[in-house]
């Protein structure tokens, strides 16, 4: 299975860091538009990488951000280290957040994140583990 | 037709250094064989280049003065930057009063052209979801977005800009009161920029410019000056109100439409800035968005005469001086009413992408990525590009090869070097 992709990137993502945070969405986004993704595709994967970075680096100890793809599917998983969020469904909910003050000053936590990513992808998969971590896989469809 | 550029390369000055590499926004230019070369497809002439060139081989084409005299009567569209040149300026109707001193028989103020645009993208912005709009006024912004960010074509505002609805008001105007034919009459706007050149052979959101020709602001300087010290005032102007002079400077253009939520930003590295938080969403309460390709917005222009920040500063003296006057100046309700939506629409021109199959581009990226990951990645530009990653690029397209790079030559030498004494030393 793991071999049909023919790009495989992987991104670090560390926690806290405000001025690193967006760069992995961004270069995310200078592969989509080199291979030549339809440009309102290019958009709908950028806003889902940068709520999935952002997520990331204001809520975990850390992660990566992976994007995978052939000519059907593209795949961006968001996989971090952290505490886990204990109800899923209720983070899903819009205007939900605990994101902490530090990230509130930075006009971050708005509680729109998570409901944003699943709204952009065409497939939207949530895991997670208290004290271990949450993994995210979006599929967008190329075609 | 193929794409006019008004900036290109003076072949004979160009030394071949690396200047202009890092500097440009879309990564147009590549040094081959000792001479830097521009990629057409992704030119947007900002003029980026031009301003940091330390031997001028970068030159912007524009049209003669001497061109006017293909008609027989000729209308000078100033761009409301021009006003800031002059060191000692008595009055914008001094300047004005010069423009025909020179040789035109009208003048027509672009301020004028953005009065009626401030009022046409204001009753747009009233009347649309589709958020944010972004100003058509910068030909290099418009540009960038069809090169870079195609994605935001349809958020470009959908209203002229204020050269072209001063052109063609210009010459309705100029053949109705004359009754004279519009074939006899040329419209030349006195320009600040490349780019708005360019937009006069490749107009944005028509098939034909209204404009005939474009002069730079340079190239008139002196001409214009020495007339305005003889100038007996003839000019009965200005009729453009302040919001409207006030376009020449960045934040002009959303002050004058008038909109809380709206944002201006200008020089093009801080345009893309921008641009990369809309497209990505960051902004969702933007309503307008205002992006100028040059700091201190059309009075940076790389066509200019003057530093952009005295320019700005006389701006301001003479707005003042005009400001006493009474009342401000209105547009009429036929200027308000006339249609000065887009004929055309834009269209995208993505200029980045590798391939036009995407299975292919796939591939193509996955080698750029493992020979980006065997360059030194200093981007020092010794190669001619600006990037180790645009080296990578142009490897895998096939117009550059890895010894290319000196680093990566050196080590072959190296091992060559290496190979060599090994040789000699087994014979012995």
Same mark, same amino acid.
């Given at each position: 299975?793991?071999?049909?992709?023919?790009?495989?990137?992987?991104?670090?993502?560390?926690?806290?860091?405000?001025?690193?945070?967006?760069?992995?969405?961004?270069?995310?986004?200078?592969?989509?538009?080199?291979?030549?993704?339809?440009?309102?595709?290019?958009?709908?994967?950028?806003?889902?990488?940068?709520?999935?970075?952002?997520?990331?680096?204001?809520?975990?100890?850390?992660?990566?951000?992976?994007?995978?793809?052939?000519?059907?599917?593209?795949?961006?998983?968001?996989?971090?280290?952290?505490?886990?969020?204990?109800?899923?469904?209720?983070?899903?909910?819009?205007?939900?957040?605990?994101?902490?003050?530090?990230?509130?000053?930075?006009?971050?936590?708005?509680?729109?994140?998570?409901?944003?990513?699943?709204?952009?992808?065409?497939?939207?998969?949530?895991?997670?583990?208290?004290?271990?971590?949450?993994?995210?896989?979006?599929?967008?469809?190329?075609? | 037709?193929?794409?006019?550029?008004?900036?290109?390369?003076?072949?004979?000055?160009?030394?071949?250094?690396?200047?202009?590499?890092?500097?440009?926004?879309?990564?147009?230019?590549?040094?081959?064989?000792?001479?830097?070369?521009?990629?057409?497809?992704?030119?947007?002439?900002?003029?980026?280049?031009?301003?940091?060139?330390?031997?001028?081989?970068?030159?912007?084409?524009?049209?003669?003065?001497?061109?006017?005299?293909?008609?027989?009567?000729?209308?000078?569209?100033?761009?409301?930057?021009?006003?800031?040149?002059?060191?000692?300026?008595?009055?914008?109707?001094?300047?004005?009063?010069?423009?025909?001193?020179?040789?035109? %028989?009208?003048?027509?103020?672009?301020?004028?052209?953005? %009065?009626?645009?401030?009022?046409?993208?204001?009753?747009?912005?009233?009347?649309?979801?589709?958020?944010?709009?972004?100003?058509?006024?910068?030909?290099?912004?418009?540009?960038?977005?069809?090169?870079?960010?195609?994605?935001?074509?349809?958020?470009?505002?959908?209203?002229?800009?204020?050269? +072209?609805?001063?052109?063609?008001?210009?010459?309705?105007?100029?053949?109705?009161?004359?009754?004279?034919?519009?074939?006899?009459?040329?419209?030349?706007?006195?320009?600040?920029?490349?780019?708005?050149?360019?937009?006069?052979?490749?107009?944005?959101?028509?098939?034909?410019?209204?404009?005939?020709?474009?002069?730079?602001?340079?190239?008139?300087?002196?001409?214009?000056?020495?007339?305005?010290?003889?100038?007996?005032?003839?000019?009965?102007?200005?009729?453009?109100?302040?919001?409207?002079?006030?376009?020449?400077?960045?934040?002009?253009?959303?002050?004058?439409?008038?909109?809380?939520?709206?944002?201006?930003?200008?020089?093009?590295?801080?345009?893309?800035?921008?641009?990369?938080?809309?497209?990505?969403?960051?902004?969702?309460?933007?309503?307008?968005?205002?992006?100028?390709?040059?700091?201190?917005?059309?009075?940076?222009?790389?066509?200019?005469?003057?530093?952009?920040?005295?320019?700005?500063?006389?701006?301001?003296?003479?707005?003042?001086?005009?400001?006493?006057?009474?009342?401000?100046?209105?547009?009429?309700?036929? +200027?308000?009413?006339?249609?000065?939506?887009?004929?055309?629409?834009?269209?995208?021109?993505?200029?980045?992408?590798? %391939?036009?199959?995407?299975?292919?581009?796939?591939?193509?990226?996955?080698?750029?990525?493992?020979?980006?990951?065997?360059?030194?990645?200093?981007?020092?530009?010794?190669?001619?590009?600006?990037?180790?990653?645009?080296?990578? +690029? %142009?490897?895998?397209?096939?117009?550059?090869?890895?010894?290319?790079?000196?680093?990566?030559?050196?080590?072959?030498?190296?091992?060559?070097?290496?190979?060599?004494?090994?040789?000699?030393?087994?014979?012995?």
């Amino acid at each position: 299975m793991a071999n049909e992709y023919i790009i495989r990137e992987k991104y670090l993502v560390i926690a806290n860091d405000f001025n690193a945070a967006g760069d992995a969405s961004a270069s995310i986004k200078t592969t989509l538009k080199k291979i030549g993704v339809n440009s309102a595709l290019v958009r709908r994967i950028s806003i889902a990488a940068y709520e999935a970075e952002l997520n990331i680096a204001i809520h975990s100890e850390g992660g990566e951000m992976v994007l995978l793809m052939n000519k059907e599917d593209i795949i961006l998983q968001a996989n971090d280290h952290g505490p886990g969020i204990p109800d899923v469904s209720l983070a899903m909910k819009e205007g939900y957040s605990t994101a902490p003050e530090t990230a509130r000053m930075l006009g971050f936590g708005a509680g729109m994140g998570l409901p944003n990513m699943k709204r952009c992808a065409s497939d939207f998969q949530i895991t997670s583990e208290v004290g271990k971590g949450t993994n995210i896989q979006m599929v967008f469809k190329v075609a | 037709m193929q794409y006019f550029h008004s900036v290109t390369l003076d072949q004979t000055k160009c030394k071949g250094c690396t200047n202009c590499l890092r500097k440009c926004p879309t990564e147009a230019i590549r040094v081959r064989e000792g001479k830097a070369m521009i990629i057409p497809q992704r030119c947007i002439d900002c003029g980026e280049c031009i301003r940091t060139c330390p031997y001028h081989a970068k030159v912007a084409t524009t049209d003669d003065f001497a061109s006017i005299n293909k008609f027989q009567y000729r209308i000078a569209l100033p761009a409301p930057a021009l006003y800031g040149q002059f060191k000692s300026t008595q009055s914008i109707q001094q300047i004005l009063s010069g423009l025909l001193g020179v040789g035109f %028989d009208e003048v027509y103020e672009v301020a004028r052209g953005a %009065d009626v645009v401030s009022k046409a993208v204001a009753a747009k912005l009233g009347a649309t979801d589709n958020k944010p709009l972004i100003s058509s006024a910068c030909p290099a912004v418009v540009r960038l977005i069809q090169v870079r960010f195609p994605e935001l074509i349809g958020n470009i505002v959908d209203v002229l800009s204020p050269m +072209e609805v001063a052109a063609k008001n210009a010459k309705e105007e100029f053949c109705e009161k004359h009754k004279v034919p519009v074939e006899s009459v040329g419209v030349f706007f006195i320009t600040p920029c490349p780019a708005k050149m360019t937009s006069v052979r490749n107009p944005i959101g028509l098939k034909k410019s209204y404009v005939d020709g474009a002069i730079s602001i340079v190239e008139i300087y002196g001409l214009l000056s020495a007339h305005m010290k003889r100038s007996d005032f003839t000019f009965g102007g200005p009729n453009a109100s302040l919001k409207g002079i006030g376009w020449a400077n960045s934040g002009g253009e959303i002050s004058a439409v008038g909109n809380s939520s709206a944002l201006a930003v200008d020089g093009i590295h801080e345009v893309i800035q921008v641009l990369e938080e809309i497209e990505n969403g960051k902004l969702p309460n933007l309503t307008y968005f205002e992006g100028l390709a040059c700091h201190g917005g059309c009075m940076g222009g790389p066509l200019t005469f003057e530093n952009a920040y005295v320019a700005k500063n006389r701006l301001r003296t003479l707005m003042a001086r005009a400001a006493e006057r009474e009342p401000e100046i209105q547009i009429t309700a036929k +200027e308000e009413q006339q249609d000065i939506s887009f004929a055309q629409y834009i269209a995208e021109q993505p200029a980045m992408k590798l %391939d036009e199959n995407i299975t292919k581009a796939m591939y193509m990226l996955e080698n750029i990525e493992r020979i980006t990951a065997e360059l030194p990645g200093m981007d020092c530009g010794s190669c001619g590009a600006p990037t180790c990653r645009a080296l990578a +690029e %142009d490897i895998v397209k096939g117009n550059a090869t890895e010894m290319d790079c000196v680093f990566r030559l050196k080590e072959r030498v190296k091992n060559l070097a290496q190979q060599m004494i090994d040789l000699s030393n087994m014979k012995k």
